[in-house]
């Protein structure tokens, strides 16, 4: 059910103004750079070898995202998160061997991931890494000397940062006679035992490294999977649950005493609820895994996503006051939007709901354009080439990736072909984050849902110390026209082909699949 709107909004609002009289008598103007924290950003997920080739051998590396800077400052993000670069065997290399190391195949010409940090952070564009601490890859020397030392019961600290057994069960299903070890993804990437502190330190020695090197933070894969339960089918649930969020807090805590502006951001596929209590971790957010089928409900025309994006918000900052949100609806795992969403109209809309939502959206590469893969299986569908249309051609499959796996399968139209249309989807990404930009209010203000009685509307506020926004997403293949109080001015709105929102006289014409963005100057509104 929906919130009585006034109510809340007012209560809200009483609070908003004793915060505020008590901090500054300054009245605040729009687009203060300082009013929002640096760590609010748009981020763009890019896996390296699939992004951008700048020598010609098929694979993507640091120096081709260098080139691409400029296009990434034209879409409006602010944010990269890089796949992980450490070195490893694997094409993904989430199976690390040097946690202090690049991939060379990444640094080609000179250009070294030092000289992108530096690069992006000129134009104002951080980085985050992919760390990956749950495991390191079999073939890491410090497994393979605990093994080894393990094996032969000779003496090596190695032997307790790993779990390991003389017999196979549950917990121990990979390795052979005399040497048996946890891996709960597969057997090439061994799990570490956290209960060790040696180990514990190791992992904060090694986020403190390459936040000196100039990264912002680090999306932390398979971050609910530091302490494990085999004995129960809710593997993450009760003390073990406890034991993950206590880990995290000391991580946390270990980087900030150093680093307090670094960025964390959890991967915890889980349900809602147990992602919403990981805030509790100090993490700066976790990845809201719910963000993809609510947008898909709101599109087919389910009333709730607002009240999905107020509950959200409320519930993780009752864990953690500076909470951020973190919505996606694509990844490198989960796949991208365009294997259920196929008409472009819809893709735009998809686009207004998840980029105007507060907190940090996240963009899988290649979903500005539509980007998709066809045929084959597994996880390379997901991890298709980014298609520029110019010089810039990856080709994965020299990578030791399937022949499924290649630029031949990609529908949809070039970046270059894109940035040619008013109309593009490319272009409607660009309109949704600049007005974002424009506006970095609703990045970090408080929401509340509002109750437009009409399920095909989905609206809500955003309050941010004397600042109220009203956020309206028509969501239906129809022109609707909204009767709207309280508002002082029409800001900017997106729609499909560049029609224009016209708002007068208290009343807003919204054409099909458009948003709109007005600033209010009272407590109380109605919707009509």
């Known amino acids: 059910m929906k919130k009585s709107f006034a109510k809340t ?126 495991h390191s890859g079999r073939d890491h020397t410090w497994f393979v000397t605990g093994l080894g030392a393990f094996k032969n019961n000779v003496a090596s600290k190695y032997k307790t940062w790993y779990n390991f057994s003389t017999t196979q069960d549950t917990e121990h299903p990979s390795g052979n006679t005399g040497g048996y070890y946890e891996s709960i993804f597969w057997d090439g990437m061994p799990d570490f035992n956290f209960d060790n502190p040696e180990v514990r330190a190791e992992m904060i020695k090694i986020g403190k490294y390459w936040l000196a090197k100039g990264v912002a933070g680090f999306r932390l894969d398979a971050a609910m999977h530091i302490f494990t339960d085999y004995a129960v089918a809710d593997k993450w649930n009760g003390d073990i649950y406890d034991k993950n969020i206590e880990w995290w807090q000391e991580f946390q805590s270990g980087l900030a005493a150093e680093y307090p502006d670094v960025y964390l951001v959890g991967e915890m596929w889980t349900n809602l609820e147990k992602i919403k209590r990981y805030y509790a971790s100090n993490l700066d957010s976790a990845f809201n895994f719910e963000t993809k089928r609510q947008i898909n409900n709101a599109m087919n025309g389910v009333d709730g996503y607002s009240d999905f994006l107020e509950d959200f918000q409320t519930d993780i900052r009752s864990y953690q006051e500076d909470a951020i949100e973190a919505y996606f609806f694509s990844n490198h795992d989960d796949g991208r939007l365009t294997a259920t969403i196929t008409n472009e109209r819809r893709l735009k809309l998809a686009a207004s709901l998840q980029l105007w939502a507060p907190g940090n959206a996240f963009i899988y590469y290649g979903d500005e354009i539509g980007l998709k893969g066809n045929g084959g299986s597994g996880d390379g569908i997901h991890r298709t080439p980014m298609r520029w249309g110019d010089e810039y051609v990856t080709d994965p499959s020299r990578y030791g990736i399937g022949a499924s796996y290649s630029s031949s399968t990609i529908s949809y139209q070039d970046v270059d072909d894109q940035r040619d249309s008013e109309t593009s989807l490319l272009a409607h990404y660009k309109h949704v984050l600049a007005i974002k930009n424009a506006y970095r209010e609703l990045f970090a203000g408080t929401l509340l849902s509002v109750d437009t009685g009409d399920a095909k509307l989905q609206a809500y506020t955003i309050t941010y110390r004397d600042k109220i926004f009203l956020v309206i997403h028509n969501t239906d293949d129809a022109h609707e026209d909204v009767t709207i109080s309280g508002v002082t001015q029409f800001l900017d709105g997106v729609s499909l082909d560049n029609e224009l929102l016209i708002y007068e006289d208290g009343l807003l014409s919204m054409p099909a699949f458009s948003s709109a963005l007005l600033q209010l100057n009272t407590t109380t509104i109605t919707i009509v």
């Open 9 to 134: 909004l007012a209560a809200a609002l009483s609070i908003l103004s004793m915060l505020t009289s008590c901090t500054s008598s300054i009245p605040i103007s729009y687009n203060e750079p300082l009013e929002i924290p640096s760590k609010y950003r748009t981020y763009y997920q890019i896996l390296v070898y699939s992004f951008a080739d700048s020598n010609d051998d098929g694979i993507g590396d640091f120096k081709g995202i260098a080139d691409k800077l400029p296009y990434l400052q034209e879409l409006g993000v602010n944010g990269l998160w890089l796949s992980p670069v450490n070195e490893s065997t694997s094409y993904h290399s989430y199976d690390v061997t040097n946690y202090y190391g690049i991939k060379s195949v990444y640094e080609v010409g000179g250009y070294t991931f030092e000289d992108l940090i530096q690069d992006a952070k000129a134009v104002n564009i951080a980085i985050i890494m992919d760390l990956v601490i749950n």
